[in-house]
């Protein structure tokens, strides 16, 4: 190895999974004797985990790495690299603008990224390398030990099969994989002698699971994962609503390490703009969803994806979104403008429907935004006086003694504490509660 080239930084851009491919990517290169470093002045080398599903996210990913590779006029040893769904939403075309990049490799390449970087790396010179799709996932680069953590993500799928009209991610991360069954208990049973007492099973549509070897379900697989020891919470993101089925419903009733908190992006509230999309499913099947739901666990914390300012979308479209989301009261959203990404099928739609103008795109995000600033205080104050079990998970980063954990319910919490407390059980009694946290006493 040059040894002036052993300091990698690693930036992550999107979702969880994303952060996991990170984590992933930094136990490979640890492994083969590089050095991951938090600050990015530390570092010879930067690789930029990157998203696609909107324009911001790749806009700001490409400017980064603009300013990083200004650092070759001093130190023609560093290395940049785009790693992630840019790289496979544009591949080799990210040279025309970033012409001095070392490294372009898409998701599905993970398992391959050390091993490639470590022999580019010997060449004199390191710019331009490309690694293609490479088709099958091979899920064994999960199975490698990550830095030991309370709560861990648990890849169980790569990719999306369904259609809809505004996303990106099947392109970028290809059809729906699953993950072998074996190698996701294999995973958690491990992590579980390392300490992990929480896992988040991510997945683009994770009750669509089936394992590729002996079919089993979903629900099998959390039925599994109930029975392992030192386990003590799942969670999962996210179902997709059209595959909510009995059998998951019954599961949840049925396994009380699944904690009652789910995250159920519905992106609109409009029947109309459901069908545009392609979702596969309408409000009334919501609200049916959100009743079982309900009579399964009253208190049952909600969450979901909207994006306002779909092509076409219309005030009466908009007024069913703000209606079904003050009907569920949703305690936690992510709100996103729309935004077209090249070569979906509602980028194309520009010239036979009318687009949603920014201003008026801007406008509905704020009226839901402040409705969700509502019901997520309305539901955190419900904490207030209780005692919640929270499991630690680290520094509040809010002055030196305070940490924070979840409660079953995954509402942050915030408390006074040790460092020692991290991977215990604590029961805080709530004495404040905003919209975005929960504060408290640790009891003794
Ligand atoms: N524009 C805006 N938001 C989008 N999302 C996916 N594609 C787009 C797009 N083109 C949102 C959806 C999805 C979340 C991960 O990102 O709400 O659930
Ligand atoms: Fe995109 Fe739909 Fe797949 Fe989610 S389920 S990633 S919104 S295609």
């Not at 006029?73 to 990049?101: F, W």
């Not at 994006?307 to 936690?332: H, K, R, W």
Request: charged share 20%; net charge positive; hydrophobic share 35%.
């Amino acid at each position: 190895m040059n040894a002036s080239l052993q300091c990698i930084w690693i930036k992550t851009y999107g979702c969880q999974m994303n952060q996991r491919d990170s984590d992933t990517l930094a136990a490979g290169l640890r492994a083969k004797g590089y050095t991951i470093v938090s600050n990015e002045n530390d570092a010879d080398i930067a690789l930029l985990n990157t998203c696609s599903v909107r324009a911001l996210a790749e806009s700001k990913a490409i400017g980064k790495a603009g300013r990083l590779l200004k650092k070759k006029k001093k130190n023609p040893n560093y290395r940049v690299g785009i790693l992630g769904c840019m790289a496979a939403r544009l591949g080799k075309q990210l040279l025309q603008t970033l012409p001095e990049l070392d490294w372009i490799a898409p998701p599905q390449a993970l398992a391959k990224i050390p091993d490639w970087i470590q022999e580019t790396l010997q060449k004199p010179s390191c710019c331009g390398n490309v690694l293609s799709d490479a088709g099958n996932f091979d899920f064994r680069c999960y199975e490698q030990a990550l830095l030991p953590s309370p709560v861990l993500s648990i890849p169980i799928q790569q990719g999306c099969s369904m259609k809809c009209s505004y996303c990106i991610v099947p392109k970028t991360r290809g059809p729906q994989q699953n993950r072998p069954f074996a190698s996701i208990i294999q995973e958690i049973q491990q992590a579980a002698l390392q300490g992990t007492r929480e896992v988040i099973l991510l997945g683009q549509i994770v009750n669509a699971y089936r394992d590729p070897e002996q079919g089993k379900s979903f629900v099998d697989l959390l039925t599994a994962i109930q029975n392992i020891e030192g386990i003590e919470r799942i969670r999962f993101v996210s179902p997709h609503p059209a595959y909510f089925t009995d059998e998951l419903l019954q599961g949840l009733g049925r396994l009380p390490k699944i904690c009652p908190a789910l995250h159920l992006p519905i992106q609109s509230g409009s029947n109309r703009m459901l069908q545009a999309m392609h979702r596969g499913y309408t409000r009334e099947k919501i609200l049916q969803l959100v009743r079982a739901l309900r009579t399964l666990h009253p208190l049952i914390s909600l969450s979901t994806d909207i994006i306002v300012g779909y092509p076409g979308e219309t005030e009466e479209d908009f007024e069913q979104t703000y209606d079904l989301f003050q009907t569920v009261a949703f305690d936690m959203a992510y709100i996103f403008k729309y935004s077209p990404r090249p070569t979906t099928p509602s980028a194309s739609l520009k010239d036979a429907v009318p687009t949603v103008d920014t201003r008026t795109q801007e406008a509905r995000n704020q009226r839901l935004l402040s409705l969700l600033n509502e019901t997520s205080t309305r539901y955190n104050q419900q904490f207030v006086h209780t005692k919640q079990t929270v499991l630690v998970e680290g520094s509040a980063h809010r002055g030196e003694q305070k940490w924070f954990g979840r409660n079953l319910y995954n509402k942050k919490v915030i408390f006074e504490g040790t460092p020692s407390l991290i991977g215990s059980f604590q029961t805080i009694r709530i004495t404040k509660a905003t919209a975005s946290a929960l504060e408290g006493t640790r009891e003794s």
